[in-house]
């Protein structure tokens, strides 16, 4: 599409000096090669050319050094002539860093990163017009869902004497003390296993000495064993299990992807923690000498637990909140926007369970499952984020700084960290910028929930405080990609010595 040019005594501000200036006369076409990406064709007049070299030559003048005059006294042509280069240079510089912000703004795109363009490769004309292009990635175009109104599900339970007992266990897992036993493993005991896995007969990767919980559920980088627990109960030293694991579509190795591969577990030992007796001195050493009594831990845990049910509760709202919404959103977005913002995913993800009070060791979990399915995933993370700026737009929502202050301690408070440290960690990692996605988002969701029917239903998970699922941080064909790697470099060196 062609935008036409904008009436002359309309004025911008000149990002240097803060005055306002003329806005260029640019034409505009917009071609929508993708439904995220935007090839954006500029051309200039030759007016605005000269008035942007004028400009910089009225700043260089005042301090111009021309031998034989005096800094400020040289005739202006001689200092176009002298500085030609360099005027021409910052001329164009200034130019094409306007003529896109104005672009984007007339043709009222939203940018969701920065353009794609070699300003290096673009040349001012010593007459005529000035034509260059970009790419860019902006927000789609699509039709806001109607999100007044949702009939969502909501799940509601109180925290039970059994939620905490397994909290206690959670909690004191570094303390236990882990003990030799004759007995058959069982549900909740751990095994050191060496993990052998074959595609067919060959071996393709190996990790020794893992020691894990029975759990329902072990997850790796790239793969997710379920029931783990049922597979290995019953075993003792020196027993094998074996398992079928199917690799997920994001594996480092490309040509395993979807591929089912075998997973030999070879028991070195099993142990059965011990839960140690809670004393004045573990409680002080491990929870604070807030804690003086192991009924204040428990009082401490069923609020815990509570925030952790809510997170889960959310998280379930927004789920059905997100499936609503994305009903119709079957626009594409591209892979490699996909592949780029997969990280930020994680890095979200993160945030929002550490808010929530979740351990290093559970966010692992989270984190190994959602590599498993990241480019999905993220598609859907996205979409909805696209979905949720819109209405944060329409609505006026933004996140303000007590929002921050808010967030950065609710992290604190769960990590055991100053909030200046958090607040230091975030803003050195980038992550702010997540930070501030996820309050407006937060936000947002809660202006549609206001608006939203519910029906409660009753949870019938697992115990809050239990564990579920467990990580190994180990990807399985990573192994696989690094053999790969090395093969070829090899071969490169051989075919190098041979010619």
């Not at 004497?161 to 909740?188: F, S």
């Not at 428990?298 to 994305?326: G, P």
Request: hydrophobic share 35%; charged share 35%.
């Amino acid at each position: 599409m062609s935008a036409q040019r904008p009436d002359s005594d309309l004025l911008a501000q000149d990002p240097t000096t803060g005055e306002e200036q003329p806005k260029l006369h640019l034409e505009v076409q917009v071609e929508k090669p993708e439904a995220c990406r935007r090839h954006v064709v500029v051309t200039l007049p030759p007016e605005d050319i000269q008035r942007y070299i004028d400009q910089v030559i009225d700043e260089l003048s005042p301090k111009a050094d021309v031998p034989g005059f005096r800094p400020g006294r040289a005739p202006r042509k001689l200092i176009a002539a002298r500085f030609r280069k360099e005027i021409r240079q910052q001329a164009k510089a200034q130019l094409l860093l306007d003529a896109i912000q104005q672009a984007i703004e007339q043709e009222e795109l939203v940018p969701i990163s920065e353009p794609d363009f070699d300003p290096e490769a673009v040349e001012l004309p010593e007459q005529g017009s000035l034509t260059f292009e970009f790419d860019l990635e902006v927000r789609p175009e699509f039709e806001l869902p109607d999100w007044k109104g949702l009939k969502l599900r909501r799940v509601v339970r109180e925290v039970t004497d059994q939620d905490i007992e397994g909290m206690l266990d959670r909690l004191l897992a570094d303390e236990a003390e882990l003990v030799p036993t004759d007995e058959p493993a069982a549900p909740g005991d751990y095994v050191t296993v060496d993990i052998t896995f074959y595609d067919g007969e060959r071996q393709i990767a190996k990790t020794e000495e893992e020691t894990v919980q029975l759990v329902p559920v072990l997850t790796f980088g790239d793969a997710t064993l379920e029931g783990f627990d049922k597979l290995m109960e019953g075993v003792r030293p020196g027993d094998r299990r074996e398992a079928t694991l199917t690799i997920s579509e994001e594996a480092p190795a490309a040509e395993y992807r979807g591929k089912q591969i075998k997973a030999v577990f070879e028991v070195v030992d099993v142990r059965r923690a011990k839960r140690p007796e809670l004393t004045p001195e573990l409680l002080a050493s491990r929870f604070g000498e807030d804690i003086q009594s192991e009924e204040e831990l428990r009082e401490v845990i069923r609020r815990n637990l509570a925030s952790r049910f809510e997170y889960e509760q959310r998280r379930q709202i927004r789920e059905e909140l997100t499936n609503a919404l994305l009903k119709d959103a079957d626009w594409e977005l591209p892979q490699d926007l996909l592949r780029r913002q997969s990280q930020r995913e994680l890095e979200r993800m993160a945030l929002e369970l550490r808010r929530s009070g979740f351990t290093d060791a559970e966010i692992r979990v989270y984190e190994n499952r959602l590599r498993q399915n990241v480019l999905q995933e993220t598609a859907r993370a996205l979409k909805e984020h696209f979905i949720l700026e819109r209405i944060a737009e329409e609505e006026g929502i933004d996140a303000e700084p007590e929002d921050f202050d808010t967030e950065i301690l609710m992290i604190a408070s769960s990590s055991g960290e100053s909030p200046r440290r958090v607040r230091a960690r975030l803003e050195k990692s980038g992550q702010m910028d997540v930070l501030r996605n996820q309050i407006v988002e937060r936000k947002v969701i809660d202006r549609i929930l206001e608006h939203a029917q519910f029906e409660d239903v009753p949870y019938d998970g697992p115990p809050l405080g239990a564990v579920q699922e467990t990580g190994i941080d180990f990807t399985i064909t990573a192994q696989v990609a690094e053999a790969e790697q090395a093969e070829k470099s090899s071969a490169g060196e051989d075919q190098a010595e041979s010619s």
